[in-house]
Antibody, heavy 118, light 111 residues
Framework: QVQLQESGPGLVKPSETLSLTCTVS??????????WTWIRQPPGKEPEWIGY???????NYNPSLERRVTISVDTSKNQFSLRLTSVTAADTAVYYCARENINWFDPWGQGALVTVSS | QSVLTQPPSVSGAPGQRVTISCTGS?????????VHWYQQLPGTAPKLLIYSNNNRPSGVPDRFSGSKSGTSASLAITGLQAEDEADYYC???????????FGTGTKVTVL
């Protein structure tokens, strides 16, 4: 079955850049009907959609984060990545990667807690 | 704060039926966008429970059902079981925000 796994630093300093990678197994990031997505969930709050990438490199970002977000894809490694610049404590959250299918998200990775603190 | 509002909590005894509402507006649910539901067990990632208003993915028990009307949607759980204790989130798309949006979340407690 399709599985996604997030990886990256669990602690980032304020004003620095958060970087995470999602490794996909059981499916190809070059799939014609999948959009590879990042979602985050601050402690005790609802999830927040960050954005997605299609294998061609086409992206779509949450306007509230667009100035600071970049999502990229590496088809040779079957991975996609997230970069979030100029982080603050408000960016502390569990970050999930997921596959989008016609506007819903399934499956999700297990999540990676990223804490922004000096 | 999310544009999709859910009750913070609902509870019921084993075997009972509970419903969770998801109230939106004319820029999301009322605009015709589908509603999807997720179940988040403690310490785990959200899992797709209902897609496109009323469809269950393979493996989801038929005790779970979804509906949509106007600017709102609902998730019903019949024959409530202890393993259903979790947080539940609705999700849709919002044209004004140009973004996918999640509901505020509802914690289901089995008494």
């Amino acid at each position: 079955q399709v599985q996604l796994q997030e990886s990256g630093p669990g602690l980032v300093k304020p004003s620095e850049t958060l970087s995470l990678t999602c490794t996909v197994s059981g499916d190809s990031v070059t799939s014609d009907n999948s959009y590879w997505t990042w979602i985050r969930q601050p402690p005790g709050k609802e999830p927040e959609w960050i954005g997605y990438i299609f294998y061609t490199g086409s992206t779509n970002y949450n306007p509230s984060l667009e100035r600071r977000v970049t999502i990229s894809v590496d088809t040779s490694k079957n991975q996609f990545s997230l970069r979030l610049t100029s982080v603050t404590a408000a960016d502390t959250a569990v970050y999930y990667c997921a596959r989008e299918n016609i506007n819903w998200f399934d499956p999700w990775g297990q999540g990676a807690l990223v804490t922004v603190s000096s | 704060q999310s544009v999709l509002t859910q009750p913070p909590s609902v509870s019921g005894a084993p075997g009972q039926r509970v419903t969770i509402s998801c109230t939106g507006s004319s820029s999301n649910i009322g605009a015709g966008y589908h509603v999807h539901w997720y179940q988040q067990l403690p310490g785990t990632a959200p899992k797709l429970l209902i897609y496109s208003n009323n469809n269950r993915p393979s493996g989801v028990p038929d005790r779970f059902s979804g509906s949509k009307s106007g600017t709102s949607a609902s998730l019903a759980i019949t024959g409530l079981q202890a393993e259903d204790e979790a947080d539940y989130y609705c999700q849709s798309r919002d044209s004004s925000l140009s973004s996918y949006v999640f509901g505020t979340g509802t914690k289901v407690t089995v008494l």
